[in-house]
């Protein structure tokens, strides 16, 4: 039986989360050395089976948080014009799910590019996205667009409303990730962030505008290669997380040691209150030093990742 395989890879948020829920921009950056492989082929018996660290069984009987997958893969062999297949699944995942690295999207990503491949085919960009966003809206409820992007695109990107841009990169970046060991629901901090700015629209609403101002400007910073005041921008960005309430003292306190360790900069990465930080390295060197210095202060685990010019 002939198998074919898809792929995705995790993503960073490097600015603008929750301010890009209300149509400000955001930058990601693709993290290549963390991915999915989606496996698929026709299934020899009567149903579709999916096979995952999560859960092993038929499509009918899975559980509720396997939906996404189940509405990805829907969408996906409808999209290929073969709604009625039955497949057997194959998920292997190195991304750590609710850790704000976009698990979810690559995941829908991964497996829509197996079903392209078994139909010996692939999708134009639009329609892999919008595969994606009908399985990120089942994950998230009512997702930006950014993760489905994000893990799709080998380059940096900078999204707005729906409309994904790769940003020319001025000068190689060196960027630590490192886990806080808690879980984020995107979900309920999103919901978070839009009932504080439904009480204090002023106030709330003017900390997103200036996330919007950050990012915009982050962006010229990126194409010109000015590390020095990217990382200044992310230590503001990470105070504006803080002052909406996404952050948590586990966050914070990697964010101090990083920046005590010598990072140019860090912050949150993703919807927060749990989830990873993202910190901006000199180079190859610091970087190691930044990752041992982020798990000394409890990161469970750290990855070193870096975007370059083209
Ligand atoms: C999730 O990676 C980023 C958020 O801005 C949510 C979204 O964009 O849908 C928190």
Not at 2 to 25: C, M, N, R
Not at 66 to 76: E, I, K, S, T
Not at 135 to 148: K, L, M, N, Y
Not at 157 to 162: A, D, E, K, L, S
């Amino acid at each position: 039986q002939d198998t074919s395989q898809g792929f995705a890879h995790a993503k960073a948020i490097l600015f603008g989360e929750h301010a890009v829920v209300y149509g400000s921009p955001a930058v990601a950056v693709p993290l290549h050395g963390l991915g999915v492989q989606a496996d698929i082929r026709r299934s020899p018996h009567q149903e579709t089976r999916i096979e995952s660290q999560l859960f092993s069984g038929t499509a009918q009987t899975a559980p509720e948080p396997m939906d996404p997958v189940v509405a990805g893969l829907n969408a996906a062999l409808k999209a290929v014009g073969d709604p009625d297949a039955e497949v057997e699944l194959l998920i292997r995942s190195a991304i750590p799910h609710s850790r704000g690295l976009g698990s979810s999207a690559a995941v829908a990503t991964s497996v829509a590019r197996a079903v392209a491949n078994l139909h010996a085919t692939v999708f134009d960009e639009n329609t892999l996205h919008e595969i994606v966003q009908a399985a990120e809206t089942v994950a998230h409820g009512r997702p930006s667009g950014i993760d489905a992007w994000a893990v799709a695109k080998p380059a940096p990107i900078r999204f707005q409303t729906g409309c994904a841009q790769t940003i020319d990169v001025g000068q190689r970046l060196v960027f630590v990730l490192a886990d806080s060991g808690h879980h984020g629901s995107t979900a309920e901090a999103v919901g978070g962030v839009r009932a504080r700015r439904d009480a204090d629209p002023t106030r709330i609403g003017g900390m997103i505008d200036r996330l919007a101002a950050l990012t915009d400007a982050a962006v010229d910073d990126i194409r010109s290669g000015d590390r020095a005041t990217i990382g200044e921008r992310m230590i503001e960005a990470h105070s504006l997380l803080g002052e909406i309430g996404v952050s948590t003292p586990t966050l914070d306190s990697l964010v101090d040691a990083a920046t005590a360790a010598g990072a140019r900069g860090a912050k949150l990465t993703g919807g927060g209150l749990g989830g990873c930080v993202l910190a901006l390295a000199d180079d190859d060197d610091s970087a190691e030093e930044l990752a041992e210095a982020l798990r000394k202060a409890g990161a469970p685990r750290t990855w070193t990742t870096e975007v370059r010019p083209t």
